[in-house]
Nanobody
Framework: EVQLQASGGGLVQAGGSLRLSCAASGFFFDDYAIGWFRQAPGKEREGVSCISTDDSSTYYADSVKGRFTISRDDGKNTVFLRMKNLQPEDTATYYC?????????????????????????????WGKGTQVTVFS
């Protein structure tokens, strides 16, 4: 059974930090790029970050560049999203996702749902979300 278990969300004051984890099982983790997407009430979904296979490339939404860092530990089948200087606009449910695609099609170009190989409509496996709430 394929599982992606996201954890690490919580309630944090603006300026604070959290580290999200995404633990995977049931598929060959090394062959998949892993991404984080988020959705806040009343807002559109957006891609947050993506890390390619073999840790060679990382991608970030402009809104989180310089504040979020994605990494993976293939030995533990886990991806981490380190988030610092959190702001109220980061409040959302965060989902991790796995894709075996190397590159999305042309329809993904320019989409806020696309970061590197992680394209929302090309995702193979989704995890349940973890809630991040940032208060000012």
């Amino acid at each position: 059974e394929v599982q992606l278990q996201a954890s690490g969300g919580g309630l944090v004051q603006a300026g604070g930090s959290l580290r999200l984890s995404c633990a995977a099982s049931g598929f060959f983790f090394d062959d998949y790029a892993i991404g984080w997407f988020r959705q806040a009430p009343g807002k559109e979904r957006e891609g947050v970050s993506c890390i390619s296979t073999d840790d060679s490339s990382t991608y970030y939404a402009d809104s989180v560049k310089g504040r979020f860092t994605i990494s993976r530990d293939d030995g533990k089948n886990t991806v981490f999203l380190r988030m610092k200087n959190l702001q109220p606009e980061d409040t959302a449910t965060y989902y991790c996702a796995a894709t075996g695609a190397e590159e999305p099609g042309t329809e993904a170009k320019g989409s806020q749902l696309s970061l590197g190989p992680c394209y929302y409509y090309g995702i193979d496996y989704w995890g349940k979300g973890t809630q991040v709430t940032v208060f000012s």
